[in-house]
């Protein structure tokens, strides 16, 4: 086996351990989403309440629910928004809550366009639906 072949053998051994990784994130064993998902305007929706406390508060002094009574998105424990992501990279898609640091640490696994394809996703149409969203949100823990 050459060089390079070996190389290419450990890139493609890293990726499919990658996959494999946001797979049991995001797969059928769904071990980090206890509820089924909800529909939300059109999109089927994985929630995580353990990813952030309600009631913590940022430094303006707005608890989380206040934040998302806003339209904003909710801050962990690290002080970081709780991210929405499109599972399948399209507008209609289904939509999961993950943190930033997952979003940022497995960004080249779970976004499955690369740069070469458009983005399936209308950011002007998802900025309101974002907001509409984390507002509804907020209702359903005052329930």
Do not use: C
């Not at 049991?24 to 929630?47: D, T």
């Amino acid at each position: 086996m050459a060089k390079g072949d070996v190389a290419d053998a450990s890139k493609l051994l890293n990726k499919a351990s990658d996959e494999v990784s946001s797979a049991k994130y995001f797969g059928q064993e769904r071990k980090y989403w206890s509820a089924e998902p909800i529909q939300f305007n059109g999109n089927k929706v994985y929630q995580r309440n353990d990813l952030f406390d309600p009631n913590a508060v940022d430094a303006r002094g707005r608890s989380n629910i206040q934040r998302m009574e806003k339209g904003l998105a909710p801050l962990d424990a690290n002080g970081n928004s709780v991210n929405l992501h499109h599972m399948l990279q399209r507008q209609d898609g289904p939509i999961a809550e993950v943190t930033q640091a997952f979003h940022k640490e497995n960004h080249g696994v779970i976004h499955i366009n690369d740069n070469s394809i458009p983005s399936g996703i209308n950011r002007t149409e998802f900025d309101k639906w974002r907001s509409n969203y984390w507002k509804e949100r907020a209702q359903a823990f005052k329930r």
